[in-house]
């Protein structure tokens, strides 16, 4: 799924394990309760998706885009991301557990 247009979709409760992610589009998209434990989301977009109680467990963040995402319940302990992450505002990812390089 790198490179993949994922906007707007409805991925309520997919699992999504491990899956390679890199540079999708899932702008906007539904991914409440999604299981993307060890996913590759580098450079992926993830403005204003929904990940209200999805697991990011060791997901790769670095440079990925989740401005104005909803983060509410997400499980982010040992995913790492780098300075060019980008957060919702107000949103504390090293209090959410994650990890910076």
Not at 7 to 23: K, R
Request: aromatic share 6%; proline share 2%; net charge negative.
């Amino acid at each position: 799924l790198s490179g993949a247009n994922l906007s707007g979709a409805n991925l309520d409760g997919a699992n999504l394990d491990g899956a390679n992610l890199g540079g999708a589009n899932l702008g906007g998209a539904n991914l409440t309760a999604g299981n993307l434990y060890g996913a590759y989301l580098v450079e992926a977009n993830l403005a204003g998706a929904n990940l209200d109680g999805a697991n990011l467990t060791g997901t790769d963040l670095r440079r990925a885009n989740l401005a104005g995402a909803n983060l509410d319940g997400a499980n982010l302990t040992y995913a790492y991301a780098d300075k060019d992450s980008q957060w919702p505002e107000g949103f504390d990812p090293v209090a959410a557990g994650v990890t910076f390089e």
